[in-house]
């Protein structure tokens, strides 16, 4: 019986050279549209896929796969004697090699301009049809939808038509493939009806590397990013120079890019050590911005991730050498900046866009079993939305100090205080059982510059002793949540001590 390939692929990446090698193994090659037309020019004797079921595509090639002579021809068990009986007596060749990618998709939705009809277009049928069949009868037919695996599969089929194990790992990608394809699919839709908690939540994910371990030694890691990420994201990030991210690096990157995103509107750096940002700092130029981080707390930057929201010029590149950091991310390096820092071997530099992606709008988080799904924290606080509450409002500076505290308190782990003051943190409470003990954390790490320093809580005060200590400390204005039932004894105890207090009527926890 004469072996046989149907070869059908939008991605004719090293497809001829992987054709060649099949008919020279013997395999006859049918195909199908522009697939088609690539062999026939490179020379090689393909068949039309009408030929073999005798029937002309129809519907604009929505239709041309979808035949029994094809899906006979792969679902056919070999060892199946009424299995050949039947292919027999129709006279259907079984199909032994499949090699097929899908409409583009994912390419297609990612158009900034992309039309639902586009979109729709691009939704491949006959494809994972066929796919799906072949990889079923994986014990008979060898499946491909990854140029990458092109050499592999002809060194496995030349030797004696290749063995199952292989064939059964091609299926298993197939079926992986397929997945990632339906969930894109399944995402557009929920997206374009606008479902806001669909009875199933599907999520895909390709890897873009394996990691040396996770958290810690003994844990196995890899990282993935989704499919069609765009904007300001790690998984987007181009590395320039150093060693390979650890799980602890990506996490912590995450973290301090998702703080600097927080300041569109003029120079900012933010450092950052277990998640939590040790310093921030904003300035007339990134130099200036980066110096206040690095001054609000330059023992705890010490192996740090620092991340800057504009290009790292000459200046700053000379300040960021002096200091050990495993990571530094900006949008950009100039080229005196990347002469300076690639001379330190192991400094990772990541280059990402600033722009937020506004179509992430869902954040996951695991639990045994299960996964907690929420809309981000993209909660915004300004100058015409906070409530004064005291006798004393807050001059215009202190607003200002009020707002880039609480920008930078929504990124502290709960209870979370941030102390603030010329556009500078000087002191940070994170991760506390009690807002009391992650104030004084705060108070004590700032010392004597909390006297006239600003406080942000992410959450509100239950009692008014932060308040109490807030003014022992020399706190001139504090802005917070509000909604405790005590909320008029804060308010009190600051109109005591003349401090001017804000409400946000938005907490941020986070956990």
């Known amino acids: ?91 259907i060749t079984p199909i032994d090699v499949v090699v097929v990618n899908l409409y583009p998709f994912k390419e297609t939705i990612a158009k900034p301009d992309v039309t639902e009809e586009d979109a729709i277009e691009n939704i491949d049928i006959g494809g ?41 790992t091609l299926a298993a990608k197939v079926f992986r493939h397929t997945a990632n394809y339906d969930a894109m699919i399944a995402n557009y839709f929920v997206e374009i009806t606008g479902e806001e908690d669909p009875e199933t939540f599907t999520q895909t994910f390709e890897k873009v590397q394996s990691l040396r371990y996770g958290e810690n030694p003994h844990q196995h890691a890899a990282f993935y990013k989704e499919g069609n990420v765009k904007g300001a994201s790690i998984a987007n990030a181009k590395q320039l120079h150093g060693k390979e991210l650890s799980y602890n690096n990506i996490q912590d990157a995450n973290a301090a890019l998702e703080i600097v995103l927080e300041f569109n509107d003029q120079p900012a750096a933010v450092a950052v050590k277990h998640m ?38 000459e200046a700053t590149a000379n300040t960021l050498k002096d200091i050990f950091l495993e990571i530094v991310i900006a949008p950009s390096f100039s080229s005196k900046a990347l002469e300076i820092l690639t001379v330190k071997p192991n400094i990772r530099l990541l280059e990402t866009p600033m722009e937020i992606n506004t179509n992430d709008t869902k954040k996951v988080v695991s639990v045994i079993g299960g996964l907690l799904v929420q809309d981000r924290d993209n909660g915004v606080v300004t100058a015409d939305s906070v409530e004064v509450v005291t006798e004393r409002a807050p001059s215009e500076e202190e607003l200002k100090e009020l707002l880039f505290a609480w920008k930078v308190v929504k990124h502290v782990k709960s209870n979370a205080i941030v102390v603030a003051k010329d556009n500078q943190t000087i002191g940070v409470g994170a991760g506390q059982m009690n807002r009391v003990g992650a104030a004084n954390i705060a108070f004590e790490q700032a010392g004597d510059k909390t006297i006239g320093a600003v406080l942000a809580s992410d959450a509100f005060f239950p009692m008014p002793d932060t308040v109490e200590n807030a003014a022992k400390a020399g706190i001139k204005a504090i802005i917070q949540p509000g909604g405790s039932k005590r909320d008029q004894d804060s308010i009190d105890e600051c109109n005591k001590h003349g401090i001017a207090m804000v409400l946000t009527n938005m907490r941020h926890f986070k956990h």
């Open 1 to 91: 019986m004469k072996k046989r390939a149907l070869l059908s692929v939008s991605d004719k990446t090293n497809l001829v050279p992987f054709a060649e090698g099949l008919e020279k193994l013997g395999y006859e090659l049918i195909s199908t549209g522009g697939t088609l037309k690539t062999l026939k020019e490179a020379g090689l004797n393909a068949l039309p896929v009408s030929a073999i079921t005798n029937f002309e595509e129809i519907l604009d090639g929505r239709v041309k796969t979808l035949h029994p002579y094809i899906h006979a021809g792969l679902l056919a068990r070999r060892d199946e004697a009424s299995h050949i009986e039947q292919l027999n007596e129709r006279d």
């Open 128 to 168: 994972p049809t066929m796919l799906r069949a072949a990889s079923k009868n994986f014990r008979d037919v060898t499946v491909v939808v990854d140029p990458e695996d092109y050499d592999a599969t002809l060194t496995n089929l030349a030797d004696n038509g290749g063995t199952v194990a292989f064939r059964k």
């Open 276 to 313: 939590n940002p040790c310093g921030v700092g904003i300035g007339e130029t990134i130099e200036q911005a980066f110096q206040k981080a690095y001054d609000a707390d330059p023992v705890s930057i010490f192996g740090g991730i620092v991340a800057l929201n504009e290009e790292v010029d």
